[in-house]
Nanobody, 125 residues
């Protein structure tokens, strides 16, 4: 089992930055791919970013809506994955969730095995 806890969400003005953290406990988190998803009120959950794990290379990919503004990274020594969010827009307002899986690092949420409880990000205009 892997337990995930997100943190770092808060109210921020448009154009500002936030860094979200996803701290994991349980099994060897460094061997899990991790994704960030978000869900705004009245909308479906959507993919934001994902990072794979590999002994040789780490791959990342992003939703088009955040490409160039958000950066996903991981610190395996701290069992933590981060989402650096810059140039925030009001439309980025949502609850942000991290998810992990041993085998999958894509954009389909249902493929991930473990989920955190989410952290609220609110961007004011």
């Amino acid at each position: 089992q892997v337990q995930l806890v997100e943190s770092g969400g808060r109210l921020v003005q448009a154009g500002g930055s936030l860094r979200l953290s996803c701290a994991a406990s349980g099994r060897t988190f460094s061997r899990y791919a991790t994704g960030w998803f978000r869900q705004a009120p009245g909308k479906e959950r959507e993919f934001v970013a994902a990072i794979s794990w590999s002994e040789s290379v780490t791959l990342t990919h992003y939703a088009d809506s955040v490409k160039g503004r958000f950066t996903i990274s991981r610190d395996n020594a701290k069992n933590t994955v981060y989402l650096q969010m810059n140039s925030l827009k009001p439309e980025d307002t949502a609850v942000y969730y991290c998810a992990a899986d041993q085998d999958y690092s894509g954009s389909e949420g249902y493929e991930y095995s473990y989920w955190g409880q989410g952290t609220q990000v609110t961007v004011s205009s």
